[in-house]
């Protein structure tokens, strides 16, 4: 069921994450990884592993993708944050860049 | 509070290890610089980007930015350095597609390197204020390649020579050309201007100026041009497919100067194709390029319009001076009007009408009309004869144009005065001998009247001397001038009063005394003489100095205020007052002995206008009083049928003019429709009356 402009986004614990490249795109660090030239794995697989970020972490990070998108386009709600979350959380914004 | 029981994060989940053990750096290196192996060597598919952004973030992160930097620095120059080897051994034709080529890859290696890096440009180059990692690949690039001992010169004549190959009509790889030359642009203008196009143009020069030495030997000058004309688009071509378009100005100006400047003298002094040949022949096309291809280069115009002048001036000495023409006014003047035409199309059609040149047209055309002092009288002689052709059926309009086309003429005459004079004369001379004609053919009688009328336009002009003379107080005011015409000799027309201003009444009173003062002892009247003013015959100029439009309006509406007949003639005839109008009141007075009517000397031509004038303005004011009576005979009859209602209409308005039916058919009509009046419903002549 995968669809042209959907990726996975693969934790380290192997949780795979299907969403929409748009959403994806929120990061500016995958958005490279998807469109840089030379033909890196990701890109013609059309899936980032990301070892180094744990399942929970990463399902986060998707929905703020989706809640940065929606926000984007006018919809302006609140993003809860677990507080137990927060520190590793905070990381992932500046690797990702985003 | 509560949150510190739960103590849920855990500094372990902090994945990344805050080790700053240097092995770990030396063993992130080892992985990202095998990537930039991979990459340069095409083979970075089946890497993850994701891994190798990673550990480029860890590096940072944990303060390695510093060694990255600088390794990424060494491992580019080191494939770059290789590449330039690889360039360099290439053979002839596919040296420059070998640059294009690696320069291809190396853009996208470059590129793909940056995004693997994103973090260290995002972080650590701002802090250290180093420059971004594309930065240093393009520097290497330019150092190593461009730069390069073997390649530098290599590419640069390369290049040339492909320019100089399609000068001379091969056919080249202009996408590739255009390739190389923008990465010259992208390396930075300095580059490109140094590396480029410089030289090109110096080569450019060089080439042109041989061009140049050899067409100029072997074409004449018309052809000339057109391969000028040739080569200039050329380059402007090859610029816009292939070239900076900075470069477009500096190139054209090479080939301006070489093929034009350094060329223009010979050029237009070429023996029988330069300029004063294309004059003669009138050679538009030739002439328009040269115009074209002069004017972007400086003094080139100046020049044209010089030789030009020279040699019209020449010409027009020639046919001033020359013995036949001056025998034959007419046929001098005429060569006159075909030189001025013949160079007004040049101007317009080749120099495109650019007013200097129109400037030095006329100042040629001055100096040369009045080199013959005869001019002015052959001109007049030449305006007779058209006049006096004018009467046996050469269209009116036809004479126009030649009139037209000699006052152009007339305006270069310095003694126009001279003109003047012998054109009285002329004319005086035409009108005595048609006069002499008219007495041989119709008799003493027929003439007398027509001799009358020029003894008394002389006599009048007599008698103003004397009355100014007389007067000198009089200069400051209103300047009357009078004509006395004996009755009888002039046509007559009634006179109706003019009630004049102030200060034309009290001069005409002047006048009158001055001029019965003079004329008492007059032996051949008996009853002494009379003067009646005769203002419908007259003009008068006003020189109204006011800013308001009303005012004069005012003013005029009073000098006009005379019933029927305006005592201001007015150009254009119409009954508005618009701004460009004239008006014209000349006082001419006249007559002895009785109030005779006399007639207006305005050419009755005028009057048409006018006429139709008056004859709208009529009907338009029949309408109403035939509306009128329609209503009064309704009224007192309430019910009427059509015939009768004509007929009684007619009768009621039959002491003021006489109703047209169709017009009181058309004023029932309007009424009906106004609802004064209405159709009966069984009977459609009927009328009936509508309270």
């Keep these: ?98 | 509070m509560s949150n510190q029981k739960k103590r849920i994060f855990q500094i372990e989940a902090f994945q990344n290890r805050v080790v700053v053990d240097p092995k770990y750096a030396e063993k992130t290196w080892k992985i990202l610089v095998h990537a930039i192996h991979e990459i340069y060597n095409h083979n970075a598919s089946g890497l993850s980007f994701e891994e190798l952004y990673r550990n480029a973030y860890n590096m940072v992160l944990h303060k390695f930015g510093e060694k990255l930097y600088s390794g990424l620095v060494t491992t580019m120059t080191a494939h770059v350095k290789e590449i330039s080897k690889s360039i360099e051994a290439a053979q002839g034709n596919l040296f420059l597609e070998e640059l294009n080529r690696k320069w291809n890859d190396h853009n996208k290696a470059l590129q793909m390197i940056r995004d693997i890096l994103m973090y260290m440009d995002r972080t650590y180059i701002p802090d250290t204020h180093k420059t971004p990692v594309h930065e240093p690949g393009l520097n290497l690039w330019r150092d190593n390649i461009i730069h390069s001992g073997k390649i530098q010169s290599r590419l640069l004549s390369t290049l040339l020579e492909l320019v100089h190959r399609e000068r001379t009509g091969e056919v080249i790889d202009r996408g590739l050309m255009r390739n190389i030359v923008k990465m010259l642009m992208d390396l930075g203008s300095s580059i490109y201007q140094e590396d480029f196009e410089k030289p090109f143009l110096e080569v450019s020069a060089e080439f042109y100026r041989g061009e140049s030495q050899k067409f100029i030997e072997c074409y004449d000058c018309g052809d000339y041009l057109k391969k000028a004309e040739i080569r200039l688009n050329e380059e402007i071509e090859r610029v816009t497919h292939y070239l900076d378009a900075k470069s477009e100005g500096k190139i054209t100006n090479v080939v301006e100067k070489e093929m034009i400047a350094n060329h223009m003298m010979r050029l237009v002094h070429m023996e029988n194709s330069g300029l004063v040949n294309m004059l003669l022949n009138d050679k538009h096309g030739d002439l328009g390029r040269m115009y074209n291809l002069f004017r972007r280069v400086p003094n080139g115009l100046a020049m044209i319009r010089d030789v030009m002048t020279s040699h019209l001036r020449e010409t027009g000495k020639q046919l001033v001076t020359d013995a036949e023409s001056l025998k034959d006014p007419v046929e001098y003047v005429q060569r006159l009007l075909d030189e001025k035409e013949k160079y007004d199309g040049i101007i317009s059609l080749a120099f495109s009408n650019d007013k200097t040149f129109q400037n030095a047209l006329n100042s040629s055309f001055e100096y040369f009309i009045n080199l013959n002092s005869r001019s002015p009288e052959f001109i007049s002689l030449f305006v007779d004869d058209k006049l006096r052709k004018g009467l046996k059926g050469v269209s009116e309009g036809d004479v126009e144009i030649i009139l037209d086309k000699v006052m152009m003429i007339f305006r270069y005459l310095q003694e126009k005065d001279v003109f003047e004079k012998y054109y009285k004369q002329h004319l005086a001379k035409r009108l005595l001998s048609l006069i002499v004609k008219l007495k041989t053919a119709c008799g003493y009688q027929y003439t007398s009247k027509l001799e009358g009328m020029f003894t008394d336009m002389k006599t009048s002009q007599d008698t103003m001397q004397g009355f100014c003379s007389s007067h000198p107080e009089l200069t400051d005011g209103p300047t009357l001038v009078v004509q006395v015409l004996t009755t009888g000799s002039w046509p007559t027309q009634p006179s109706i009063t003019c009630h004049l201003p102030f200060e034309m009444s009290a001069l005409c009173e002047k006048f009158r005394s001055y001029y019965l003062g003079t004329h008492t002892a007059d032996i051949r009247s008996h009853t002494g003489r009379r003067l009646s003013w005769q203002t419908n015959m007259g003009t008068a100029d006003i020189r109204y100095k006011s800013n308001f439009w009303e005012g004069l309006e005012k003013m005029l509406a009073i000098m006009a205020c005379v019933k029927g007949k305006n005592v201001l003639r007015k150009e254009p005839m119409s009954k508005d007052i618009g701004e460009d109008d004239s008006f014209f009141v000349n006082e001419k007075f006249a007559s002895k002995f009785y109030k005779v009517k006399v007639g207006t000397v305005v050419a009755q031509k005028e009057s048409e206008p006018e006429k139709q004038e008056t004859r709208q303005r009529v009907e338009e004011d029949r309408k109403p009083q035939i509306e009128a009576a329609i209503v009064r005979i309704m009224k007192s009859r309430k019910v009427l049928d059509h015939n009768n209602i004509i007929a009684e209409v007619t009768k009621q308005l039959q002491s003021r003019f006489l109703a047209n039916p169709t017009e009181i058919k058309k004023r029932i009509e309007s009424l009906i429709e106004r609802e004064f009046l209405e159709r009966d419903n069984s009977d459609r002549k009927m009328y009936r009356y509508l309270a």
Excluded at chain 1, 5 to 11: A, C
Excluded at chain 1, 48 to 63: D, G, H, M, N
Excluded at chain 1, 68 to 87: C, N, V, W
């Design chain 1, 1 to 98: 069921m995968k669809r042209k402009d959907t990726v996975k986004l693969i934790s380290a614990d192997e949780m795979e994450f299907i969403i929409d490249k748009d959403a994806a795109m929120v990061s500016q660090t995958i958005g490279n990884m998807l469109t840089s030239p030379g033909g890196f794995a990701e890109m013609e697989l059309g899936e980032v592993t990301f070892p180094e970020i744990s399942a929970v972490i990463l399902e986060k990070i998707c929905q703020y993708f989706y809640w940065a998108l929606q926000y984007s386009r006018g919809k302006e709600t609140e993003f809860h944050i677990e507080p137990e979350l927060t520190l590793e959380l905070m990381m992932a914004p500046n690797y990702l860049h985003t």
